[in-house]
């Protein structure tokens, strides 16, 4: 760590938040202390993104880029987003469906457009890089993950609220949770949109005959 710079320590640190991020979320919980692991889950996922968007501004503005960080910053996005969509499917069960279907997209995705990246620049020497409709892919991809985490913390925080106004017992439904599936939604239809434009970007530079 001594020789590293300060991108490739931040893209280290995104890489060890992941494991947090799942021994936090797959401890067995209930009642309060459920919402309150979401919390912390959501508080690593955002930390973690955080780094992501600051790494490689900082790699740029101050000429830090390296070998290493050109291979471990996409790769520790990958982990980030694919490990806090394990724990959203183990925590969220009135979920679960449109999370293993965004889950099969976002994997599928990746493996796509990273096979095209090694195709594209260990034959050609092209590098791929990231282009806007990439850049809203991971933002639609980190709004939905923390939306998903945090509408039910917010929902059963305006019940306590509600409930010491009232003073009385309120029924309140958490697993109803429209913002999640919105921003999910949205987040495969990037996630979608964004691996065809690079398919269709770079589909010259794979040659059938070769």
């Known amino acids: 760590m001594a020789k590293m710079n300060l991108p490739n320590r931040l893209t280290v640190l995104r890489m060890c938040l992941v494991p947090v991020i799942l021994i936090v979320g797959f401890i067995p919980a209930s009642g309060a202390w459920w919402y309150i692991t979401s919390t912390i889950c959501a508080a690593l ?20 880029v390296t070998d290493f960080g050109k291979f471990m910053d996409p790769v ?46 260990s034959g050609k020497g092209v590098v791929l890089a990231a282009n806007y409709l990439g850049k809203l892919k991971t933002v639609s991809q980190i709004v939905a993950i923390s939306t998903i985490f945090l509408e039910p913390v917010l929902q059963y925080v305006i019940k306590l609220i509600a409930e010491a106004i ?33 398919i269709i970007s770079y589909w010259k530079y ?3 005959e070769k």
């Not at 996922?45 to 101050?62: E, P, Y």
């Not at 980030?80 to 069960?93: C, K, P, S, T």
């Not at 109803?176 to 495969?188: E, G």
């Open 45 to 64: 996922f955002i930390g973690a993104s955080v780094t992501d968007m600051l790494d490689g501004k900082i790699a740029r503005k101050n000429n830090l």
């Open 76 to 121: 520790a996005d990958k982990f980030m987003v694919i490990g806090a969509m394990f724990v959203l499917l183990y925590r969220f069960n009135n979920l679960t469906l449109p999370l293993m279907l965004s889950l099969i997209v976002i994997v599928f995705r990746e493996l796509a457009v990273t096979s095209m990246r090694l195709v594209a620049s």
């Open 166 to 198: 009232t003073g009385e017992k309120l029924f309140w439904r958490t697993d109803i949770v429209p913002l999640s599936w919105i921003t999910l939604a949205f987040c495969v239809v990037m996630t979608v949109w964004s691996g065809l434009n690079y």
């Open 206 to 208: 794979l040659d059938p």
